[in-house]
């Protein structure tokens, strides 16, 4: 489950309880009956009963009416979701100057994927499921999700720095999962990130996320697809590169040369070598939680102007 800080007051609620506290960790084990519930917590039905309704409306568990068990079918609660991550309001940063640019998904300069693959535009599929040629078609430029299992995509983007503005920070944002022909949360992925040729980091993303809808997917969307990813904050400063506060290697802002060339290159992807190979999901604007693209933010500060007498 993925929410901003101001919209997860019913979560809010649901959690302030050591006995949902409780009911959530049993369900974690296995799903239960409310009678098995009942009888684990030593508590009466009717006063069970409150405590799952808050749990159910924040969306945490839900009632499964034809599990099957060895008894045979029946009603019982299990988890909706195995993790969640809380936004909060954007973070203060040092007083550089900013410029951003921002990277619409379908815009590739080049590519190499394998299947499972695919795109989407917010109206519909963009080509064929799994089928590479899709990545060439024109339709590529509305592309608002992308995925693939193996390989990468990689954007030329304009260095928006000016003769005498020095770089200081590298922020890209983007919201990401990993890539599963469905939908499974526990389906960990190492992704890469290559800028100017210099790979910067790899960010094990944990799994590819369908337990609730995301936020913004058009309706003709299948619920048992990718639903939402991570937002993802990868940041390279003058010390190190790090991926929302874990560092994720030694490569600093001045390695890239961004003084140097005009353009920047960057490339997203998933190595052959890659220990956990999963894939990646892309989510543009019309997809999954956050409204927007990938964005490639540089804070610079400028050359300081001599006094004068």
């Known amino acids: 489950m993925d929410i901003n800080l101001n919209e997860g007051l019913e979560l809010y609620k649901a959690l302030a309880s050591d006995t949902r506290l409780e009911i959530l960790t049993i369900l974690a084990n296995q799903p239960a009956t409310a009678s098995e519930l009942a009888a684990r917590l030593n508590m009466s039905k009717a006063m069970l009963s409150r405590h799952l309704r808050m749990l159910e409306d924040a969306c945490l568990i839900h009632l499964s009416r034809n599990y099957k068990s060895d008894d045979g079918r029946k009603k019982v609660y299990t988890l909706r979701v195995d993790q969640i991550q809380i936004h909060f309001p954007k973070r203060i940063y040092l007083p550089f100057k900013k410029k951003v640019y921002e990277i619409r998904l379908g815009l590739y300069s080049d590519f190499r994927v394998q299947p499972t693959c695919g795109l989407a535009s917010c109206e519909h599929t963009i080509g064929h499921f ?174 300081s102007v001599p006094s004068i007498g």
Request: hydrophobic content about 35%; some cysteine; glycine content about 8%.
């Open 130 to 303: 799994d089928d590479p040629r899709s990545f060439v078609l024109n339709e590529r430029t509305d592309a608002s999700l992308l995925w693939f299992s193996r390989g990468y995509v990689e954007y030329l983007i304009p260095n928006l720095l000016e003769e005498g503005e020095k770089p200081e920070f590298l922020e890209l944002t983007c919201e990401l999962s990993s890539e599963f022909p469905e939908s499974n949360n526990n389906w960990p992925s190492d992704i890469t990130f290559t800028i100017n040729g210099i790979d910067v980091g790899t960010w094990t993303c944990p799994g590819n996320y369908s337990d609730v809808r995301g936020k913004l997917n058009p309706a003709w969307w299948d619920s048992h697809y990718s639903q939402y990813g991570l937002l993802t904050h990868l940041r390279i400063s003058h010390q190190d590169t790090g991926m929302d506060a874990h560092q994720l290697s030694t490569v600093t802002i001045d390695d890239l040369h961004l003084d140097k060339s005009p353009l920047i290159t960057l490339r997203i992807g998933v190595k052959d070598d890659a220990v956990n190979a999963g894939g990646v999901t892309i989510f543009g604007k019309d997809f999954g939680n956050t409204p927007q693209n990938i964005q490639l933010a540089l804070y610079y500060s400028e050359p």
